[in-house]
């Protein structure tokens, strides 16, 4: 990375950690309780939190969430298309396209050609792809773990039932 890259990646942590510290010092009553704000805005900040957690923990495995999603659809579903992750992901094609060469330029995933189709190329993970998942994946457990330390396993679960419904709702899809 050059000097100049480093010091804005720099500058820019300072200023996160600077909004960080603001966002700690407000008076938490100044916005209300948490319980009386809309649900997509606390789902939102949820979401925040745990992309910063994840980014932090797959910063130093050089992977993004993103990245980690990918490789993990892939472990779940060998053999998709660039073209079905896209739509999983609500992606353009061109963004997983790079996403897709970035990962194959490291020797994480690779594509091979769909024997009924010619040409359709199927992705899959190598072996290294694999190890770094397994790696990412006991990181990916420890933030889920931390996030869940103050419930039961019956509410936990109690919440995923909820989330998988509130998943199903929105159109979303279980499969690959």
């Given at each position: 990375m050059s000097a100049k890259k480093r010091e804005a990646a720099d500058?820019?942590?300072?200023e996160r950690e600077r909004t960080s510290a603001a966002v700690q010092t407000a008076s938490p009553t100044s916005v209300g309780p948490p319980?009386?704000?809309g649900m997509i805005y606390l789902l939102a900040r949820i979401f925040y939190a745990m992309?910063?957690?994840s980014e932090d923990a797959l910063r130093p495995h050089n992977m993004t969430p993103m990245q980690f999603t990918i490789l993990d659809s892939l472990k779940r579903w060998n053999g998709l298309s660039s073209a079905e992750l896209s739509r999983r992901f609500r992606v353009t094609p061109q963004t997983m396209g790079e996403m897709i060469?970035?990962?194959?330029?490291?020797?994480?995933?690779?594509?091979v050609q769909d024997p009924a189709n010619r040409r359709a190329l199927?992705?899959?993970?190598?072996?290294?792809g694999e190890r770094l998942?397994?790696?990412?994946?006991?990181?990916?457990?420890?933030?889920?773990?931390?996030?869940f330390e103050q419930m039961?396993?019956?509410?936990?679960?109690?919440?995923?039932?909820r989330l998988c419904g509130l998943h199903d709702r929105m159109g979303l899809s279980f499969d690959g």
């Open positions: 500058v820019s942590v300072l319980e009386k704000w992309r910063q957690k060469g970035n990962l194959e330029r490291r020797a994480l995933i690779a594509r199927r992705l899959s993970l190598t072996d290294a998942l397994e790696t990412c994946e006991s990181e990916m457990q420890a933030i889920e773990a931390q996030m039961s396993a019956r509410d936990v679960e109690s919440l995923r039932g």
